[in-house]
């Protein structure tokens, strides 16, 4: 049996957990009644390397815990009944059509409007598979609700004689019924939260009621409380959690002094953002008799006084972490913590945990402490101030930031040495006037002031990690919280190689090592260039999510065996489980239950997609808001993404991305060429490719879709009806549309 079944598997380098779980399931698919252990699996998907074994393991957990396998008995898996139906996350269309996206399946289920069963955009849905018909995309039926992404939605109200409608903002193709003794005092065309209550079987529209009003729609507070409400975020804490906040007490006493290590007289300072209220992390510097370095990085002791289960605690959890919008932070804690009772701010003491290095001057850990702490900040540096003094040599405690300067850049180039990939991009920033209006864009680049901090961040994240997962022999690691990075899968990797190779780069496909160190030479080889955005965008595409997990198998963006966030616990909730798992651990307390913190692990890792979402809808509105003025303007820009339905344009002057809908490419038939990343002419073989020049027409900027319309102009003349377009009106595909979870 076990050479027969290694015969039939062809493993790939340097594959993926997602992959792994695909061939894992394709071994029980072959005979469901059959139990296999994770050394049965091993052998038969002949693997040999310690890594990929680990990942093995991980993939059949998940694999349980996604409802997929059952374990019969300890360490004895089984498979739980092969059938037509599939478990997956619907993508809705603006058409009213959706796509299913399943991990059991390489190609997304198409799924037509009625057969949806009022399944809304995000859902947990089952479908049950039609007979797939040769060479057509999978179709199905939405046969159960298994989770709903969301209840609340945010949308427009629309008033009639007896009743009210809101009208959803979004992928969704449904009004929701609202009675007029539910409308919370809402009025026609404001913006409001409703919540569906109730979808009769025979309903058209679901039930609902408001919850809030946000207010008059483009007014900047109604706006940013519309975007963080459409992804479920609050906007502000409940008058319970403020009233504990202010109750707790912020007296250290020097009974909680004598059972920590004392740093006060050392000398200690924070870098951070010059618009920064709160300081979660500071350097300490000193050297010692035996001519090393001793760096301390002290980090906010906030579990100290947010005790686990505590109102404060509850909220912190449920928001998981602090959202950054264009115009402003909404924190995880109480502002009284955030930016009081917790930040480190200067000439105060302060409660930290801290990782403290004994470090040589070509930047060797010799040594290493982890423990509680009290510090006395003795000044707060912007990051502009710091890199002043890197440039020039001089300033406050210019001896001290020199010093972590240059042992920085030394840890730095050992990471990259060591196989890390360098993805360092230009952040569009706005500048905004008192209402919140953009008046112009710029760009911040990390500097070497930046990368000081980051480098004993992650050491001190890094040396965590090890602390408590690396274990001798065959010991069992007690549960812990890491920050997971899996590896690239090999078809994306495979299809940006050859997209690339159209610009004249390509990279070494042959080892994991290989491949980080080629696409750090891409990234250093494109820096400048025109194509320098597009090749870094689809590199970062091509990488798999970092992610939190009880289930370590490194991370491999920075090529890190161990690694954990633990230097930001004011605004992120899994550096706050690591502080207490870290405390009780150190004090020589037992393992903690896995399954319950693993379930926290995903729960943190959804809400820090949804900020990422909510802080990218923020800055989407502030560049169509930025463009409304410029309508009628023509611009150079880069093909940014291609589609079936269009082409993406990025600006060059100001980063702004808009679309032109393929109905406006005149002349020929266009379709969208997955493979070359293009939108090609059936007949004149013209093609608009990924990373291409064009020169584009600003036609509309429509703030309440967040989106800019523009048609693209060749040889002075605009191309196409120089009239606003409708995107959501663009191309519907047919029922049949090869589609793959690979979308650009």
Known sequence: ???????????????????????????????????????????????????????????IEELSDDGYLEQKERGKFQLIGKTGYVVGIVDMTQKGYAFIVSDELEEDIFVAGPNLNRALNGDKVRVYLNAKRKRKQPEGEVVEIIERAKTNFVGVVSMSKNFAFLVPSGKNNFDIFIPKDKLKGAKEGQKAVAKITDWPARAKNPFGEIVDVLGEPGHNDTEMHAILAE??????????????????????????????????????????????????????????????????VHIADVSHYVQSGSLIDNEAYERATSVYLVDRVVPMLPERLSNGVCSLNPNEDKLCFSAVFEIDDDATVRKHWIGRTVIHSNRKFSYEEAQQIIETGEGELKDEMLTLHRLAQKLR??????????????????????????LGVYFKVAKESNQLIEEFMLLANKKVAETIGKVKDKSKARTFVYRIHDRPDPDKLESFNNFIGKFGYGLSLDAPGAISKSINNLLSSVKGRHEENVISTLAVRSMAKAVYSTRNIGHYGLSFEY??????????????????????????????????????????????????????????????????????QIYGGVISGVTDWGIYVELDENKCEGMVSIRDLTGDFYFFDEKNYCISGMHTNKCYQLGGEVKVKVVSANLEKKQIDFKLVEDGVV??????????????????EKRNKRRK
């Not at 502000?236 to 004598?258: H, M, Q």
């Not at 959501?728 to 049949?736: L, Q």
């Open 413 to 438: 180039s050992g990471r990259y040495q060591n196989g890390a990939i360098s993805f360092d991009r230009a952040e569009v920033k706005f500048k905004l006037d008192e209402s919140g209006k953009p």
């Open 563 to 632: 690694y954990t966030h633990f230097t930001s616990p004011i605004r992120r909730y899994p550096d706050l489980m690591v502080h207490r798992l870290l405390e009780r651990y150190l004090d020589g307390g037992r393992s903690v239950n896995a399954e319950t913190f693993e379930e926290k692990c995903k729960h943190s890792s959804n809400m820090e997609q949804r900020a990422v979402n909510a802080e990218r809808a923020s800055i989407k509105y502030k560049q169509v808001e930025f463009m409304q003025d410029k309508v009628g």
């Open 719 to 736: 191309i196409g009806n120089d009239m606003p377009v409708n995107n959501s009106a663009g191309g519907k595909p047919p029922k049949t």
């Open 231 to 296: 992804f479920d975020l609050p906007y502000k804490f409940p008058e319970k959690v403020n009233s504990a906040a202010e109750k707790l007490s912020v007296e250290i006493t020097s009974e909680e002094i004598a059972k920590r290590r004392d740093f006060r007289n050392i000398t200690t300072f924070t870098i951070d953002p010059g618009d920064a209220k709160d300081y979660d992390d500071a350097l300490s510097i000193q050297k010692l008799e035996n001519g090393y370095w001793e760096v301390g």
């Open 1 to 59: 049996m076990g050479k027969k079944d290694k015969s039939s598997f062809k493993m790939k380098k340097g594959i993926n957990k997602k992959e792994l779980k695909q061939m894992v399931l394709e071994l029980f698919y072959k005979d469901s009644e059959k139990i296999l252990t994770p050394r049965q699996i091993t052998s038969m998907l002949a693997v040999s390397d310690l890594s990929t074994k680990q990942l093995v393991n991980v993939a």
